[in-house]
């Protein structure tokens, strides 16, 4: 089939507008030792991804600068390896998921479900969040510095999720290990059928969820929060309160109907 080269710096298509497989994007970056920058501006999201990846596994480098990625959707997914990736703007939704050991910084702000599925690493985000940040994560770090949407960290499975402002509703929700702190306010359903796990909140709390309560911030869980507050600079209430699982629906399928009805 007769190709042509159209579209965002000379990619090759076929007849169909599909991309050929053996064509390669011109490379744009400017690499310095184990350090590279490039300008993603003109850049389509697989385009930003491919020239990541050709970094960090063909050159050996080791951090990486993308500038201007223009709130693109699914940018930095699926990085896998130690490395520093600094992204100088906004991202859009699903950014910098699915990733297991980089540590990454976004100076703008970030769509919904920023870092899903996270499994190690490092993410600090300048700004605000959109809804669902941090979604199932495992492990590691998630910084957002401004305010985050509804439903953070919702089905977390481990890791920390650190919010300098306000969270909206359903934050926690179905939670089911690893630790959040939020500095400022949330919404309503705080905790919603959490399972295990903790969640630290210096504001108010609207309302609380199904099964979740207040218990005492222990000295473990202070030096815990100085710690990775003073770590990561995130301004925050000297006080905070501290919520976990009630532990009411842990036995929920073997309750009695009129027994389920108390516990809800």
């Known amino acids: ?19 050929e497989p053996n064509a390669e994007p011109p490379r ?17 999201t697989r385009t930003i991804n491919l020239e990541i990846r050709w970094l960090l596994t063909d050159k050996g480098v080791k951090d990486v600068t993308v500038r201007n990625p223009g709130a693109k959707h699914s940018i930095g997914v699926a990085i896998l390896e130690r490395c520093r990736i600094r992204f100088e703007g ?12 980089p540590e990454i910084e976004i100076t703008g702000r970030v769509g919904w479900s920023v870092a899903e599925n996270m499994m190690s690493g490092t993410i600090v985000i300048e700004k605000n969040a959109g809804s669902l940040a941090g979604a199932a994560i495992r492990g590691g770090d998630l910084v957002v510095k401004g305010d985050v949407g509804a439903r953070t960290g919702i089905d977390q ?34 905790g919603d059928s959490m399972y295990d796990g903790a969640i630290f909140v210096g504001g108010k709390v609207a309302s609380l969820g199904v099964d979740c309560e207040e218990a005492e911030v222990t000295t473990d869980d202070q ?27 842990w036995n929920y399928d073997s309750l009695e109907p009129n027994e389920r009805k108390l516990v809800l």
């Open 1 to 19: 089939m007769e190709s042509v080269a159209v579209g965002e710096r000379g990619i090759t298509y076929d007849a169909r507008g599909l991309v």
């Open 157 to 190: 499975k481990g890791g920390t999720i650190i919010v300098g402002g306000n969270a909206g509703l359903l934050t926690g929700f179905m939670m089911q290990r690893g630790r959040q702190i939020i500095c400022g306010n949330v919404g309503n359903g705080l």
């Open 223 to 249: 030096e815990m929060l100085d710690h990775k507050l003073g770590y990561y600079g995130v301004e925050h209430p000297d006080v905070f309160r501290k919520f976990v699982c009630a532990k009411k629906l």
């Open 90 to 101: 906004s991202l859009g939704y699903f950014g910098v998921a699915l990733i297991d050991g």
């Open 28 to 44: 744009t970056s400017e690499i310095t030792g184990d350090k590279a920058v490039f300008d993603a501006a003109d850049c389509t």
